[in-house]
């Protein structure tokens, strides 16, 4: 199910997996579920090769092409909708992230993982893993996901309301009320 592609896209997907994989506590059960699940997706846990945080569509995406343009991305995933995005950054990241709306997933946390390379109903990959484990720098990250919140303005996405974006893991600046 999972091998079908072209040469090094297959060969790609197949090294993402076995590295997104190593991550499960039986690695050889994650590839099973992935063939056996309908949708192509395993529940991996976070926190020893990596961590997810995990924002707003609206917030992520333009985060997202902020990095793209800095040349350094590692894996995106988006859920149904694109309503959430979710950056995987190195282990212990969740622990130190500050931000509000930023949801932190590091260890004793499980996330829903589709096999790399194959479209799902439910989540998917705006950016593949890559073998070698590449992960988003969580400064750059950061600076991202603030650029992309000034340009979303004061109440977010169009004005709905929504929070305005997260400070970052040392955000320490007094905001308006504080004294």
């Known amino acids: 199910m ?3 592609g072209t040469g090094t896209e297959a060969d790609g997907a ?3 997996a076995g590295w997104l994989a190593a991550a499960a506590p039986d690695p050889a059960a994650c590839v ?9 997706v395993a529940l991996l846990p976070a926190g020893s090769r990596w961590d997810v945080l995990i924002v707003p569509g609206w917030l992520g995406f333009p985060a997202l092409e902020v990095l793209t343009r800095l040349g350094r991305t590692g894996p ?16 212990g990241t969740a622990e130190r992230w500050v931000g509000t709306g930023v949801r932190a997933a590091g260890r004793g946390t499980w996330i829903v993982v589709p096999y790399p390379g194959v479209a799902t109903g439910g ?6 893993p890559e073998a070698d484990g590449t992960l ?3 400064v750059l990250l950061e600076l991202a996901l603030h650029e992309a919140a000034a340009s979303a303005g004061p109440r977010g996405p169009g004005g709905s309301g929504d929070p305005p974006g997260p400070p970052g893991p ?3 600046r007094a905001r308006p009320g504080d004294r």
């Open 14 to 16: 197949g090294a993402a």
């Open 123 to 128: 989540v998917r990959w705006v950016v593949r």
């Open 32 to 40: 099973a579920a992935w063939e056996r699940n309908p949708l192509g």
């Open 76 to 91: 995106v995933l988006a859920d149904f909708g694109d309503d959430r995005t979710g950056f995987f950054v190195p282990p």
């Open 2 to 4: 999972h091998g079908t």
């Open 170 to 172: 040392a955000d320490s």
């Open 136 to 138: 988003n720098d969580p």
